[in-house]
């Protein structure tokens, strides 16, 4: 034995061979079940087939392994074989013979034989595809099942559809997933090509195939993971488990094969077809999705079309679905003095197609027809109609999940029918209930319930309520006027009672509990001063800004309402500050500015003005109601406060606050104070910090540098503070590593702040010239604007956490992205980010979108510095490893003096790899040469028909050599926007 001879690596511990999916058949699901099973569920299907192939050599069969297997006329195959097979038929059913899946990750041969083994099992007897199934039908063997195989064909037959499309798209050359490969074109990959250019006769029977199975009458069912049993090594024969198949709608099962028809017949053309099969598909979808509704499920079984691809291909067919939509029936309806309006609205709710602002105008249309009258209709009836409109619309609101009050509007605009409203109301609730999903049903009960509750009339209600046990049950009822203890609640606003002045002296318990509810909800400050009014009546025992304890308030001004006798003002003041960060936390700015000026107001009354710290709580609610200020102007940028200039002089004034010996803003607001001045570009209110703060220090150091650009005009490098403030942050010695990273956290919360342009221009090439210099890789540098600000050195970079770095740089540059997304200098930089990770096709991407904003959307030519070496060549470079050489070869046309070697070159390994579109780019180049050494490329690779299109294209006229310069730079401008747009196709959709 040769001792020095190189052993094999050994095995890792969590690798499977497939002969152990044999010996442990639990091992698969165990396997599949993995975030990222290596290999993964196609590449298993994969193996077991070409263990398993689909011509056994007779001697095998004949061999003592099979005896057992062979005693009838039934399946063909050896033990192992077999159970290869049901292996692999178990992993496409944990698939759920995802068609999609299948036909991208298996080549054209194995889906062959996978489709060929499934009816083979499925009948009991070998099967072979597919001229069997066309001359003749399956009988079913001894160890098969009907209705198996009739879903084994039918995905046979909607797989041979789907085989044409992706032929036509494919034209007369195979892609990788059906099987060719780097060698160019093989006789297995000929075979494939023979396997999937289905002659005319075999397309007609698999469509009426399909069209017989959704017309059969017995249910259609799935085969499941469960349904395939595989082999053990002791058992004689391979019993299936096909009674586990699970039975589908038939509203699923017209979805995908009206699908699949559809975009057959969108190949070939058959307009009208495919616009029959797709309306029955979108019909059967919306009847699928009320079903799974109605019982609580989530995902099909066997569909696997998105709403997406159905809305496309409408959109292919000139399908809108609104001629026969609701919206256009109610406007027809209007038309002919709403007639039928009522079933119109009654299936709106269910559907809810219509806008609900449609419906409310509808409304008003109707009210303003019914005052006006009619001759053509009698008086009780315009009123029904004006009545049911109203009722309608109610439910509709109901089920949309707006606010109860805005519902309410309505039984306080019709009052005086207010119990006819409510009849119409239940009846057609009452009538749609049944079809409504659980959510809906409770939306609608608790909406009935709470009417009920406020109503007076109980007795008018008690009776109605008899023909409508669904939606208030007599129960229910019965529980409603027991918990009704007052007769004077009404529906005006939120929280109001009749009178706020009375304070009784004993309340009921109840009482107490109602005021506290409208206390929490309540966001108006008259509203919070007279509830608290009326629950002081009661003596209470805690203080009343502790019923909720979701308010929450500031350190500073808590400690200080704590030091206040406890009273009126400790608890107004506490829930006014903790209602208006509640709503500031839900946007509504507005509001919760309104609750803060009204505290200010408060502290300002004459009884008060003595009190030191009333004062000063004036002064912490005017703080914090420019905090909210400030929020809403960073939200709603780019728009502008109404009054930018107080706005601004506010916030200097808060900012100088800081410094004085009375008390001090809190660091957050002093914070956002900073941060808007720099948005404003307010730069010498910035330069004298308090350096207690660093956010202000910073905020001082990016203003200086903004003054550095100014004054110099980029021709020094000036700017040190900023450089010397942001990078200890970086930092990354394990003694310092939490309080490193709590650093980069509060770095990155004040960077979020940023808006400007200048500004994160500013912060973002500084972070891209420490990214340079860490890094320290010159061909993966990162280009940005006002780089010559910063210094090009660093000690002991080593020091530094690289990806902390890179981690903010990123995040600032989505955050500029998200409120600039056409800043042509950001986007490059995004894209050299994602070349410097090796994300090539991001990279690509984002310097494709910069190309294509430059130019306006390929409307103007591309100039520098738009489009210059360096982003070329990294262009170039992304190409070479995404495997698209040929678009690496036009590239190279770009550059000032086309690189020939780097294009011949791309162009040899085009040739060896069909999987770029090589023939598809001839008519992006203008280069002579290039193309004229395609064309002997071609030559001397036995291509005569490539070469015949690359000689055609050679021979246009406007790149003859003889050509002046004006016309062949008009050609080459031509072919750049050409070849752009094909870039933006590929990237960027």
Not at 656 to 675: F, G, M, Q, V
Not at 743 to 751: A, D, I, K, S
Not at 850 to 867: D, F, H, K, N, V
Request: proline share 4%; net charge neutral; glycine share 4%.
């Amino acid at each position: 034995m040769d001792v020095l001879r190189q052993k094999s690596a050994p095995l890792s511990d969590e690798t499977i061979l497939w002969f152990e999916f044999l010996l442990k058949p639990n091992l698969l699901i165990k396997h599949l079940s993995k975030p990222i099973p290596i290999p993964s569920a196609t590449e298993l299907i994969a193996q077991f087939l070409s263990i398993a192939p689909e011509n056994q050599n007779p001697n095998d069969l004949n061999s003592p392994e099979t005896d057992s297997m062979n005693k009838n006329d039934g399946l063909k195959y050896s033990k192992k074989h077999l159970a290869l097979k049901v292996l692999a038929l178990k992993v496409a059913a944990y698939l759920r013979w995802d068609l999609d899946v299948l036909e991208k990750n298996l080549p054209a041969q194995r889906q062959v034989q996978l489709l060929s083994d499934l009816c083979s099992i499925a009948a009991g007897k070998t099967v072979h595809l597919p001229l069997s199934l066309v001359h003749e039908s399956p009988i079913v063997g001894p160890e098969g099942s009907k209705h198996c195989l009739n879903f084994a064909l039918a995905l046979y037959h909607r797989w041979v559809l789907r085989a044409q499309v992706i032929r036509g798209s494919l034209g007369n050359r195979m892609n990788k997933p059906y099987g060719i490969g780097p060698g160019g074109v093989d006789a297995n990959s000929m075979r494939e090509e023979a396997l999937i250019n289905v002659p005319e006769p075999f397309i007609n029977t698999s469509i009426e195939y399909l069209n017989r199975i959704l017309l059969d009458p017995e249910p259609f069912r799935v085969l499941t993971f469960d349904s395939f049993v595989a082999l053990d090594a002791h058992a004689d024969s391979g019993q299936q488990r096909f009674e586990s198949a699970l039975p589908i709608s038939k509203a699923e099962l017209a979805v995908q094969i009206h699908y699949d028809l559809c975009m057959y017949y969108l190949y070939m053309q058959k307009y009208e077809l495919a616009k029959q099969n797709i309306v029955n598909c979108k019909e059967n979808l919306d009847q699928l999705k009320q079903e799974y509704c109605r019982k609580n499920l989530n995902a099909y079984i066997f569909c696997t079309v998105e709403e997406e691809q159905i809305r496309g291909c409408m959109m292919a067919c000139g399908v809108s679905g609104e001629p026969d939509g609701l919206l256009e029936r109610l406007n027809e309806s209007v038309l002919n003095h709403y007639s039928d309006v009522v079933p119109i609205l009654k299936e709106d709710n269910i559907r809810r197609e219509i806008p609900m602002t449609q419906r409310k105008i509808l409304e008003l249309n109707v009210e303003g027809f019914v005052s006006m009258g009619s001759p053509e209709i009698s008086t009780n009836d315009q009123r029904e109609l004006e009545l049911a409109v109203v009722a309608l619309n109610v439910i509709r609101h109901v089920l949309d999940g707006d606010n109860i009050l805005g519902s309410n509007a309505a039984l306080q605009k019709y009052k005086s029918q207010e119990l006819k409203l409510l009849e119409l109301m239940l009846q057609y609730g009452d009538e749609l209930y049944d079809e409504l999903c659980l959510t809906d049903r409770d939306l609608l009960k608790k909406y009935f319930i709470q009417v009920i509750t406020l109503l007076n009339n109980s007795t008018g209600v008690e009776a109605m309520l008899k023909s409508y046990p669904k939606l208030v049950s007599p129960q229910e009822f019965d529980d409603l006027k027991r918990q009704k203890v007052k007769d004077d609640i009404q529906f005006s606003g939120i929280g109001v009672q009749a009178d706020w002045n009375v304070c009784e002296s004993k309340m009921l318990r109840l009482d107490v509990g109602t005021f506290e509810r409208q206390l929490i909800t309540c966001t108006h400050a008259s509203g919070v001063r007279k509830i608290l009014v009326k629950l002081a009546g009661t003596n209470p025992t805690k203080p009343l800004w502790s019923i909720n304890p979701s308010w929450s308030i500031p350190l500073p001004i808590k400690q200080l309402l704590m030091s206040l006798q406890r009273g009126f003002l400790q608890d107004f003041a506490y829930i006014l500050v903790g209602k208006s960060r509640e709503l500031a936390a839900k946007k509504d700015y507005s509001a919760a500015i309104a609750l803060l000026t009204c505290l200010k107001s408060e502290t300002t009354r004459s009884d008060l003005a003595n009190n030191p710290l009333v004062l000063v709580l004036g002064k912490m609610a005017a703080w914090e109601g420019l905090l909210i200020q400030i929020q809403q102007v960073l939200e709603e940028w780019p728009k502008k406060p109404t009054d930018q200039a107080q706005f601004v002089r506010n916030c200097k004034q808060c900012l100088n606050s800081s410094t004085s010996n009375d008390i001090a803003p809190r660091p957050k607001i002093l914070e956002h104070c900073a941060a808007i001045l720099l948005n404003f570009n307010d730069w010498n209110s910035l330069l004298n910090p308090d350096k207690r703060y660093p956010a202000l220090e910073l905020s001082a150091a990016i203003a200086q540098a903004y003054l550095d650009i100014d004054k110099f005009k980029g021709t020094e490098k000036t700017s040190q503070e900023a450089w010397d403030l942001i990078l200890p942050i970086f930092i990354n010695q394990n003694t310092r590593q939490r309080h490193s990273t709590d650093n980069v956290t509060m770095l990155q919360l004040f960077l979020q702040k940023l808006r400007d342009p200048l500004v994160l221009s500013i912060v973002l090439s500084l972070l891209a010239k420490m990214y340079n210099i860490i890094k320290y890789e010159s061909n993966l540098d990162l280009n940005a604007e006002y780089m010559f600000l910063w210094p090009v050195s660093i000690k002991n970079s080593a020091m530094y956490n690289h990806k902390m770095i890179q981690e903010t740089l990123n995040n600032l540059l989505q955050q500029a992205l998200k409120y600039y997304p056409n800043n042509i200098p950001w986007i490059k930089l995004k894209g050299d980010l994602e070349f410097s990770n090796g994300n090539h096709e991001a990279a690509m991407r984002y310097y494709v979108t910069a190309l294509i904003s430059g130019s306006e959307y390929c409307t103007i030519s591309l100039q520098r510095p738009l489009m210059d070496e360096f982003i070329i060549r990294r262009m170039i470079k992304c190409c070479t490893s995404l495997g698209c050489y040929m678009q690496a070869a036009v590239l190279c046309q770009f550059l000032d003096e086309t690189d020939y070697g780097l294009a011949f070159k791309s162009v040899i390994e085009k040739s060896s790899s069909f999987t770029d579109a090589m023939d598809s780019y001839y008519s992006c180049i203008w280069d002579p040469t290039l193309l004229e050494f395609i064309v002997n490329w071609h030559f001397k690779k036995g291509e005569h028909k490539r070469r015949l299109q690359a000689i055609s294209y050679l021979g246009q006229l406007e790149l003859n050599a003889n050509n002046n310069e004006e016309i062949r730079r008009e050609a080459a401008a031509v072919r750049k926007t050409r070849f752009l747009r094909s870039l933006a196709r590929q990237y960027m959709l």
